[in-house]
């Protein structure tokens, strides 16, 4: 008992305590700018600064903090998507479509180099040296072939030589196009 009354007079002491109000009102006395000494002047008017300068500050301040958390929300998300298939195929076309055009141009120019040049090569052997050709066997001595002796004109290794040039450059407007 004695301790609910102990506990009753601390509560009501601390009541009477901070129940009591400031009545005393300031009071707003309104004067021309002009009628102020300078150096009073001066300082209003660098109080007004500061605080329209605080204001500016707090909205940065907020802005600048509801830009990092809109960012770092936005890549949160995108690394989750990222790591889906969607989001896979997603970069994958991405990618594509930044540098396809320019890997499908070099992928097909190297293929065309590699089919082209053996291909030209064999020509020009086939075609454009001097070589043996059989032309007929006897049938009295079947191991005898008789050869005829082949030697192309200038005019076909002239035209081979300018089909391979003509053949590079292309491919070179494939590749660099």
Not at 5 to 23: A, G, R, Y
Not at 39 to 59: D, N, P, S, T
């Amino acid at each position: 008992m004695k301790k609910i009354i102990i506990l009753l007079l601390v509560v009501l002491s601390m009541t009477t305590l901070f129940s009591q109000e400031n009545t005393q009102e300031e009071e707003m006395v309104l004067v021309k700018k002009s009628d102020l000494p300078d150096e009073l002047a001066k300082q209003i008017e660098m109080e007004r600064k500061i605080e329209q300068a605080g204001k500016f500050v707090g909205l940065g301040k907020e802005i600048g903090t509801a830009m990092n958390e809109s960012l770092a929300a936005l890549t949160e998300t995108a690394s989750k998507f990222a790591d889906t298939k969607l989001g896979k195929f997603t970069l994958f076309l991405v990618a594509y479509k930044v540098i396809g055009k320019d890997l499908i141009q070099y992928v097909i120019s190297f293929i065309l180099l590699l089919v082209g040049i053996p291909t030209f090569i064999h020509l020009i052997l086939k075609n454009c040296i001097t070589r043996k050709i059989p032309v007929e066997t006897d049938e009295d001595k079947p191991n005898v072939i008789k050869y005829e002796t082949y030697e192309p004109s200038s005019d076909m290794l002239w035209g081979h030589f300018l089909a391979l040039i003509l053949y590079l450059i292309v491919i070179s407007i494939i590749a660099f196009a």
